[in-house]
């Protein structure tokens, strides 16, 4: 009886090595998918390391901007959701560093200009590798509506990262009329030293556009698709 005690003793112990072994091994294997992961993630980091990039909620403070015409929506508060996502995107998925030209609603100047030149300041201040305005439109006619790129032809690179964002927004599925890319004179973008470009992500004048800006899909995709964009742009 001692003897084949003995052999179901020495039988356990192997049996619990290689289990013990698998469980290391698989262990370790598991380690290095995670590692390997992570590599593959700070590719993305490395790229944008050290870049300075500015997002600008327009408007604030006593200017509300458009409002719109179906539910009461407030640019300068939807701007500023918008800006806070991306932000937040970017930090998520690189290392840049984020500016935002105001985080609350706050007058950046005495009047309009000096609230522009305001905004300047703080890229110029920031040495900003990339500066992104968001806007939404509104017209008298309710029926006009859909997203808008804007870039200044006086501006180096302006009109590249336009086309880039603006491709980029509409990879998502957002049900959006696309309006393309314009040459336009906006103060933020003439003026800036940093590619720059203005978003306007609908018109809060149409109704459908009003409720897809106030959407938590919209603004998630949004957001998304515009750190995709400036991720495709630092990477050309």
């Known amino acids: 009886m001692k003897k ?27 380690e290095i998918i995670e590692i390997e992961n992570t590599i593959v993630e700070s590719n993305t980091i490395d790229l944008l390391e050290g870049k300075n990039i500015v997002i600008d909620p327009g408007h604030g403070g006593v200017d509300n901007g458009t409002t719109g015409l179906t539910y009461g929506t ?82 180096n690179k302006g009109e590249n990262l336009a086309k880039i964002l603006l491709a980029s927004i509409f990879k998502q599925s957002i049900d959006a009329k696309n309006r393309g890319v314009k040459d336009s004179d906006f103060y933020v973008l003439k003026n800036n030293s940093a590619p720059a470009v203005l978003l306007e992500l609908g018109f809060t004048s149409n109704k459908e556009d009003e409720i897809r800006m106030v959407s938590k899909d919209f603004q998630s995709k949004t957001a998304i698709s515009i750190v995709d964009g400036i991720i495709e742009f630092f990477a050309k």
């Open 4 to 30: 084949n005690n003995w052999k179901y003793l020495l039988v356990s112990i192997i049996c619990a090595s290689i289990v013990y072994l698998l469980y290391v091994t698989q262990g370790n294997r598991a």
């Open 74 to 155: 407030k640019e300068k508060e939807v701007n500023l959701t918008v800006a806070q996502n991306i932000k937040q995107e970017i930090e998520k998925r690189t290392a840049a560093t984020v500016i935002l030209t105001r985080d609350k609603d706050i007058d950046l100047g005495r009047n309009q200009l000096g609230a522009l030149q305001k905004r300047i300041q703080i890229a110029d201040d920031a040495s900003a590798d990339l500066f992104i305005s968001i806007h939404h439109d509104a017209f008298t006619d309710p029926r006009v509506n859909g997203i808008t790129v804007h870039y200044s032809s006086h501006q």
